[in-house]
């Protein structure tokens, strides 16, 4: 049996009332833990040994003033019954929220009728002469505020109940305060504001919530299917998909399931899961992945993923996931908010006491303004802020192929100092390639190629794998190598146009004995760029020398250069090759120190030092055997990639696409969304200081100080979420361009 359930609880829209759940949900015997996901409204229960029956978890949901319903955690999905739940209770409040600003207006009009005139009205009303409001306006005033108050008086009670005061109490309490002393209109007018300002605010956050549920529909929700045994076409929902199924895709169609091409070739758009603006090239053997979409030709793929097993549902899993480990910052803000709300409604109580007593002001007035410190102490601007914030930014990041696992790891980010990175497949492209060809002794170029693809067509050696695509790139036909033999641990030998040739590295072309000046300076000058030769010759003479060497990445120059703009002190390349391979490497790219030859268990210890002696310290690596230096840095950076599960369970951050151009971007992406966290806490925090002090100066009024909240609420609200522009993350995740290729890396061991 299942020991944890999910529940889809209609209006969580912020963290007052995470902390209703809590103390409802949260204290059935037999619940472990509660997690909750504010940007998709739900509460994941976990149970200690059985699990609670779901009619017990939604008693409890309903006992904190919500509804809720079990969703399906296999598919991730709400049921209908939810969905059409969600949907009136949001037109619910909607059509109240009208009819409270329908009869607040009403009442005002009735007074100023009666009063001839709107300005005797304002006067009035201003003034507090309650005697003033006729029957009529009162009727109408008092039905605003309880239409407007329908959703909110059911919590404010539950609030006594529980002994928490919350938002929702604090209003109620301002809008029978207001009542109590004949404020009839303003009494209508807190309770429509406030609802007012809960409609938008649900609003605002369903914006970001959209945003995550764009994630969820990349993929199309069926697949068209090829019968093996009579070759018919039928269409099928993604979910009922079998792996070693045959899809077939055509152009401008996005892949339903994670797959490998078996019929045909075409340019696939990975940008929705990698960032990536350029289009990759697949052909018959490559793997495609669920959400991506195919650009140019017709394709037939075999499915080797179920639908809730594809790398775009592991992903929306991650981000998903990413959104209940809360960053600092909110940890913070709770807390806060935690002790505010109680001093709040204690200070309240001392201004409605103290003037009155002490210098013997009227009752009235600072029972009055008591009611306008109470509205304005509402800590909603200050709790919502900081988690729309956090999702945006990590949703905008995960739309540029940078997967967050987390609001804390976001803030690490921000903070870093020193970055080490690993060689092979980070500062390097991972794959040995030639990179030049010296031809001696009367041989040229495509020859030289011709020998040594002959007598490498036999191996599966990487440095063979070279020569080979080299090969293939200039269109060389490479003639058959009979009699092939190895030469261990140097090279190997066959016949090759009825002439026997040799092929192997530097020491073997000396122990041959055909080593010439020409031949040994171009060795030496290869290794000493940190390249692996590959000898060519007979028994007669050495016919040519080819290096091959690990190309490093084009952008990684300008990476380094913009890490240390971005105000990274230090970085480090840490790696398993030899140390002239190492220093050639980190002298091209701008590197501050190299460490070389190290084994996992080095590169560990060496991240752990830097740790003790630098503070926030990343580690880039590729997250295998770069695992444990991963996991003791203070922020694992993976170079992931859509393909590799292991570097993004390992790291709290993958780059989906293998672009190290995205780190640069990730630390501004980073900074920019801890700035807009701290204009948002100060924001909200002044207003409310103003607004106490115009209270105290008998200044504030109650309508203007819950007009005060609810702007403050929609301007931080909205300030959040200019962290789901596209443009900025377009921006910051161009890629690098006009950056000429270096070659001088070896990458033969990492």
């Known amino acids: 049996m299942p020991t944890e359930s999910t529940y889809h609880v209609t209006g969580l829209d912020c963290i007052e009332e995470v902390k209703a759940l809590r103390k409802t949900v949260g204290t059935l015997d037999g619940v472990a833990k509660l997690e909750f996901n504010l940007m998709k409204g739900t509460v994941h229960v976990f149970f200690e040994n059985e699990p609670l029956t779901d009619d017990t978890i939604i008693q409890a949901i309903k006992s904190a003033g919500f509804d809720g319903m079990p969703i399906n955690i296999e598919q991730g999905v709400h049921s209908k019954a939810t969905i059409q739940k969600g949907f009136w209770s949001r037109r619910g409040r909607l059509i109240l929220c009208a009819c409270s600003g329908v009869l607040s207006l009403l009442g005002f009009l009735a007074h100023a009728i009666l009063h001839n005139g709107i300005i005797h009205a304002l006067a009035g009303s201003e003034s507090g002469q309650s005697h003033q409001f006729p029957l009529i306006s009162i009727i109408l005033f008092v039905s605003a505020a309880l239409t407007g108050g329908f959703y909110i008086l059911p919590k404010a009670f539950l609030a006594v109940r529980r002994l928490q005061p919350d938002m929702n109490l604090l209003m109620t309490i301002a809008a029978i305060g207001a009542m109590a002393i004949g404020e009839w209109f303003e009494a209508a007018t807190v309770t429509f504001l406030f609802s007012l300002s809960l409609l938008l605010e649900s609003w605002s956050v369903g914006r970001a919530r959209r945003a995550v549920e764009e994630l969820l529909n990349l993929s199309p929700v069926t697949a068209r299917c090829r019968n093996k045994e009579n070759g018919a076409i039928t269409v099928h929902p993604i979910e009922e998909v079998l792996l070693d199924t045959t899809i077939l895709v055509r152009p401008g169609e996005r892949f339903p399931l994670d797959g490998v091409i078996t019929e045909g070739s075409t340019t696939v758009n990975q940008a929705p899961l990698t960032g990536e603006s350029i289009p990759v090239s697949k052909g018959k053997g490559d793997e495609v992945y669920a959400g991506t979409i195919n650009d140019t030709g017709s394709v037939e793929v075999t499915t080797i993923r179920r639908a809730n097993d594809t790398r775009l549902a592991h992903i929306i899993h991650l981000v998903e996931e990413a959104q209940s480990r809360r960053a600092p910052s909110e940890q913070w803000v709770e807390t806060f908010a935690r002790y505010y709300t109680p001093l709040m409604m204690i200070a309240s109580l001392l201004v409605a006491v ?283 950076i993976a170079m992931g990639g859509i393909g590799t599960d292991a570097a993004i369970e390992t790291a709290d951050i993958a780059l989906m696409s293998d672009d190290i151009t995205k780190i640069p971007w990730l630390i501004g992406h980073a900074k920019r969304t801890l700035r807009v966290i701290r204009q948002n806490i100060s924001f909200a925090l002044t207003v409310k200081v103003i607004f106490m002090v115009l209270a105290l100066a008998q200044l504030a009024t109650l309508w203007l100080a819950i007009a005060a909240d609810m702007g403050a609420s929609l301007i931080v609200i909205f300030n959040a979420l200019r962290l789901l522009d596209s443009k900025e993350r377009s921006k910051g995740s161009a890629k690098i361009k006009n950056v000429s290729c270096v070659c001088n890396s070896c990458g033969r061991e990492d």
Not at 598 to 604: F, T
Request: aromatic share 4%.
């Open 354 to 636: 103290i003037p009155p007593l002490v210098l013997g002001g009227h009752w009235s007035e600072w029972f009055y303004q008591a009611l306008v410190l109470l509205v304005i102490a509402c800590p909603c601007a200050l709790v919502i802020s900081t988690p729309v914030s956090i999702v945006a930014a990590l949703t905008s990041a995960a739309r540029a192929g940078v997967l967050i696992k987390g609001g804390a790891y976001l803030e690490i980010a921000a903070k870093i100092k020193v970055i080490a990175f690993d060689k092979t497949g980070t500062i390097t492209r991972g794959h040995p390639e030639v990179q030049s060809i010296v031809a001696l002794n009367q041989h040229n170029e495509q020859e030289l190629l011709e020998r040594a693809a002959a007598l490498e067509s036999h191996s599966d050696h990487p440095l063979a794998k070279a020569i080979l695509r080299r090969a293939a790139e200039e269109g060389i036909i490479i003639p058959v190598a009979t009699d092939y033999s190895i030469i261990k641990g140097k090279g190997a030998e066959a016949v090759v146009s009825g002439c026997l040739f040799w092929l192997g590295n530097h020491r073997l072309m000396h122990e041959k004995g055909t080593e010439s000046t020409p031949a040994h300076e171009a060795a030496v000058a290869m290794e000493d760029a940190g390249h692996s030769i590959v000898a060519i010759g007979t028994d007669h003479h050495i016919c040519g020398v080819i290096s091959v060497a690990d190309s490093i990445r084009p952008e990684a120059k300008e990476t380094v250069r913009r890490l240390k703009e971005s105000g990274v002190q230090k970085t480090i390349l840490l790696t398993g090759d030899n140390k002239g391979t190492a220093d050639a490497v980190g002298n091209e790219v701008g590197i501050d120190e190299v460490f070389a030859e190290l084994l996992p268990e080095d590169k560990m210890k060496a991240v752990e030092d830097l740790v003790r002696q630098y503070g926030v310290t990343a580690m880039v690596g590729d997250g295998v055997n770069d695992a444990p230096a991963l996991a003791v840095a203070t922020l694992g």
